[in-house]
């Protein structure tokens, strides 16, 4: 059983900071590419960030400059740091993570269960 857990959404004011963290546990036997998505109210879920077991990153043009993602491979934990933060950031986010867990001999896509950025005044 794989599980990605979430935490650290809440809300912060327009211009504010929040770190977004999450961990995978369970039985991995290799974790590889973690990133970050969100879904706004009444629209696609779209990517954020993602990172590479390498450390190799790649940013949606909308969030470039303000959010950075990292990794701690001996925590098989990803975190998203969000600086300058907008109204139009406001969405639920989640974790995303392709893995092989131990027992498999391919990849698979696992989920965690979103949490709450909601950016108001």
């Known amino acids: 059983q794989v599980q990605l857990v979430e935490s650290g959404g809440g809300l912060v004011q327009p211009g504010g900071s929040l770190r977004l963290s999450c961990a995978a546990s369970?039985?991995?036997?290799?974790?590889?590419?973690m990133g970050w998505y969100r879904q706004a109210p009444g629209k696609q879920r779209e990517l954020v960030a993602r990172?590479?077991?390498?450390?190799?990153?790649n940013y949606a043009d909308s969030v470039k400059g303000r959010f950075t993602i990292s990794r701690d491979n001996a925590k098989n934990t990803v975190f998203l740091h969000m600086n300058s933060l907008k109204s139009e950031d406001t969405a639920v986010y989640y974790c995303?993570?392709?893995?092989?867990?131990?027992?498999?001999?391919?990849?698979?896509?696992?989920w965690g269960e979103g949490t709450l950025v909601t950016v108001s005044s």
């Open positions: 990172i590479t077991s390498g450390g190799s990153t």
């Open positions: 369970g039985s991995i036997f290799r974790l590889g590419v």
């Open positions: 995303n993570a392709d893995l092989i867990p131990i027992g498999y001999s391919y990849d698979m896509d696992y």
